[in-house]
């Protein structure tokens, strides 16, 4: 009898599989291909707006992905710093094939974890609790849990206009009986659609006609253990291109929207509305004369560009004058054509915030099968589900992120509270309490969760609570420093438009001021310090006023997510609840009045009721 077995190992499944091993779970792995663990379909990137924090969570939980995309990228940008940090975001062009390979080796090296490479036809259960996996050729595996991390592989069609296929990503193999064997169980499926744009050959590109996209130069990571030494130094960094759609483009797409699958009916599932297809977004943004393209390289080892924003179903020959239209592209060679994806994925109001599913004890889903898209928020779900199963066999309460600790907790929250009926995509704006979950401070709210589930090693923990000590210690001596006018501060003051004063300045009053940057002061004030800890304590200090307001509200919502909701609440007859209400509450089952509160169609004279109720049955 194993501890769990992990059914699937792209994002999601690999960091599951590595959580329960590496705190000593003996773990099984099932991929329908080794050469695939952790294989990129899609974008050659980890990262961008939102995914970038997720990014850093997941590695301040101990969870892998941010390691390798450190050690295997090709460039590393830092996006929206024109912005305040709640906005910032990582970025890494990756190396496809290498990223792939680190999380191969890792996988197989790993104690308490074995691979198995063998697709998954059945999910046994019995009286509601889950049993065993049946495998094709390896039979029978029986485990006291299982983590379902299929991602775009149950029941998946691939579409190029007309011609359909039966497989998944890149002619992989896809399984109905997998699907079936969910239904049997009682669950919900539903049909999602994604897609992704052509790889063509890069030597057969005119990037003289395109603009140049560096990278950063300075040292960016992801990992907290990340080394300077192991990234990609900028002078050897691949650069991106950026070109755009012409009204040629256009005309040839609109000629031929009937031949798309989107809209000649092929497509069942729903596509995702912040990741559309180009044919997509001329219909939904008729009014714009050009659409930006970014040519990526996908590795060192292929001489192959991924066209990002160029997603489409349309036919080979009619891709063939897309590609061709595009300003230096007019002699690319399409080496793989754009192709839509259609798949089934389970309805997330079916889970838990454990990541559990509610009507089958010890099946925990985690990735795109619970109707997510992307490599991180992936990941981000396989990592929690790894650790919630790992609780869930030490008898552990469940861990549960909250909406202002991490984008992770704010993703799970909106799957389980409301739902999604299209690819779930992270966006800033999901957050409402961005500013406290900002790209630097991931490994303050996160790393004590990642120590705790035995994910953390006691030497990074050690070190981590230095730099806490030392983020105080900084804010303490700015307020105790005086910079004499004689220091030369004045001058640094002028420059950045600020008039003439006289007497000396407070170090902590000063910071607080527009474009005034730490460093810069304590270099002036002839004060040694460590890099990164100043610009930590420079984004406290400057924002302070605005990160207290934001942990005020955040605070008001903890209690009433502290507010703790029976499962066997009757919600039904609660007297003057409205019939909405009622059903939704009966539906999803919220575990606290916060989660109530939430749910899409609940009002706030819905939750007083229900505030009441609760009060009225605790004196009874």
Known sequence: MRDCVVVGAGHAGVEAALSLAHAGKDT???????????????????????????VREIDALGGVMGKIADKTALQFKMLNTTKGPGVWNMRVQSDKLEY???MQELCMHTDHLEVIEDIVEEVICEEKKFKAVRLKEHGLIEARSCILTTGTYMDSTVMISSDTRSEGPDGDKTTKDLSQSLRNLGLKLFRLKTGTPQRVLTSSIDFSKT????GANEFLHFSEETKKEEVRPFEKQIPCYLTYTTPETLEIIKENLNKSSMYSGVVKGVGPRYCPSIEDKVVRFADKERHQLFLEPESLSLDTTYIQGFSTSMPRDVQERMVHSLIGLENAKIIKYAYAIEYDAIDPLQVKASLELKEIDGLFIGGQILGTSGYEEAAGLGLMAGINARRKLDGQEPLILKRDESYIGVMIDDLVTKGTNEPYRLLTSRAEYRLLLRHDNADQRLTKYGYENHLISEERYQKFLKKLEDIERLKEELKDLRIEKESGINDYLSSLGFENETGSHNAYELLKRPGVGLCEILNIAGVSFDEEIAKQVEIEVKYEGYISKARKEADRMRKMDEVRLSDDLDYLHIDNLALEARAKLDKIRPSSLGQASRISGINPSDIQVLAIYLKQNKKN
């Not at 603009?211 to 560096?214: A, N």
């Open 28 to 54: 099984v792995l099932v991929t329908i291909k080794l050469s695939h663990i952790a294989k990129m379909p899609c974008n050659p990137s980890i990262g961008g707006p939102a995914k970038g924090v997720v």
């Open 100 to 102: 792939s390979k680190a």
């Open 211 to 214: 603009k140049y996209e560096p």
